[in-house]
C-alpha cells in the first residue's frame, strides 16, 4: 500500500471514530448549566478574586515549591520566599522604598508540635519577603517542599500547617479566593471563612 492510500485509510478510520463520538456525546446545552454549577463550587478561585483582599484575612496560603536548603545538604530546608507585599497579611506596612535585606518585622508562629516561635519576615536582595520557617524536625513537618503552607490568624499569632495538596483541597476546596501566581509559578491566596 502505497503512503497516500495509508493516509487516506488512517484519515478514514479517524474520521468513523469522531463520527461515532459525535453521535453518543451529550449535547452542550444539557450539560453546560451543570458544569458550570459545579465548576463554581469547586475550581473558581479566580473569579472570587475582587470580593477580598489580603488585608485583615484570617487565613493565608502559597505553595512552598522546593524551600531552600539553608540548613545544609542533609537536612530540610525551612526559608522560604514569599511575594512582595505578603507583610500586609501579617499586619505590617512595608513602605515601597524598604530597604533590600532589612527587617520588616517579627512574626509568632505556633505548630501543633513544639514552642511557639518568633521569626524575622524581611524584604531580601532578590527583593522579595523572606522567613526562615520553623525548624521541621522539632515542629512536627518531614519538610516543607511541596506542601501547601497555610497561615491562620491566631489572636496576635500565626497558626502554620504545612499541608499536601490533597489535604489542602479536602479542607478548603471553594474556599479558596484571590489566587495569584509568582513569576516561579508557585501559588498564593487566601481562605474565605
Known amino acids: 500500500m502505497d503512503s497516500e492510500a495509508a493516509q487516506t485509510e488512517n484519515i478514514g478510520q479517524f474520521r468513523q471514530v469522531m ?4 453521535e453518543t456525546a451529550s449535547p452542550l446545552n444539557e450539560v453546560l448549566t451543570e458544569y458550570d454549577e459545579n465548576w463554581q463550587e469547586e475550581f473558581s478561585w479566580a473569579s472570587k478574586a475582587d470580593e477580598v483582599d489580603v488585608d485583615g484575612t484570617p487565613i493565608f496560603w502559597i505553595e512552598a515549591g522546593y524551600v531552600t536548603q539553608n540548613r545544609g545538604p542533609d537536612r530540610p530546608g525551612n526559608q522560604i520566599d ?8 501579617f499586619g505590617f506596612n512595608a513602605p515601597d522604598n524598604q530597604p533590600l535585606n532589612s527587617v520588616i518585622g517579627e512574626v509568632r508562629m505556633q505548630t501543633a508540635v513544639g514552642d511557639a516561635i518568633t521569626r524575622n519576615l524581611r524584604l531580601g536582595n532578590n527583593s522579595m519577603e523572606k522567613m526562615s ?9 518531614d519538610n516543607y517542599d511541596g506542601k501547601i503552607l497555610v497561615f491562620e490568624r491566631d ?19 471553594s474556599k479558596i479566593a484571590n489566587v495569584q501566581s509568582m513569576g516561579s509559578g508557585r501559588q498564593y491566596g487566601i481562605v474565605i471563612t
Open 133 to 141: 520557617l520553623p525548624i521541621p524536625e522539632t515542629h512536627g513537618f
Open 155 to 173: 489572636g496576635t499569632a500565626f497558626n502554620l500547617y504545612a499541608l499536601e495538596n490533597e489535604d489542602f483541597s479536602a479542607a478548603f476546596g
Open 19 to 22: 463520527e461515532d463520538l459525535w
Open 82 to 89: 514569599f511575594p512582595r507585599g505578603m507583610n500586609r497579611f
